[in-house]
């Protein structure tokens, strides 16, 4: 009977233990597209590792570096105008282990003269100081 209770403790407190990290990669994400709407891309960079082994592939292939995918996203959208209005739909959200995730979702951008959209997977690990985006796939 102890076993079973214990069971079923170690159940639920996993279960809350994901839902909170859902809920922490959810809110990394709502942060993300509020400091992109307010024209502020080091702040939209603040959920990704701050590491040179940080991978983003794009159309244009695989740039490494959070330095570099900052320069990248500054050369792309130079201006408020440039960047638009971002939105996410997130699709799916799958927890690997107690420190890895995996994000599927899709991007909006709605500008003046055009509204350019994609799909993105996202791989997140958890640090000491939270979740952080380890590698981007956007499309």
Same mark, same amino acid.
């Given at each position: 009977m102890k076993r079973l209770f214990f069971l079923t403790i170690l159940f639920f407190s996993f279960s809350f233990v994901k839902a909170q990290d859902?809920?922490? !990669? &959810?809110? !990394?994400? =709502? #942060?993300?597209?509020?400091?992109? =709407? *307010? $024209?502020?891309?080091?702040?939209?960079? *603040? $959920?990704? &590792? %701050?590491s040179d082994s940080l991978m983003f592939v794009g159309k244009s292939g695989v740039t490494y570096g959070w330095e570099n995918v900052l320069r990248n996203y500054k050369k792309g959208y130079p201006n408020k105008a440039a960047m638009g209005i971002l939105s996410f739909n997130i699709k799916k959200i799958d927890l690997l282990s107690p420190d890895a995730a995996f994000v599927m979702g899709s991007f909006h951008l709605k500008r003046e003269n055009d509204a350019p959209s994609g799909h993105f997977t996202l791989v997140?690990? %958890?640090?000491? #100081? $939270?979740? %952080? !985006?380890?590698? #981007?796939? *956007?499309?």
């Open positions: 859902r809920e922490s !990669i &959810l809110k !990394i994400l =709502n #942060d993300q597209t509020v400091s992109w =709407n *307010s $024209g502020s891309l080091e702040q939209f960079m *603040s $959920g990704y &590792l %701050k997140f690990k %958890k640090f000491k #100081d $939270g979740w %952080k !985006i380890v590698s #981007d796939h *956007s499309s």
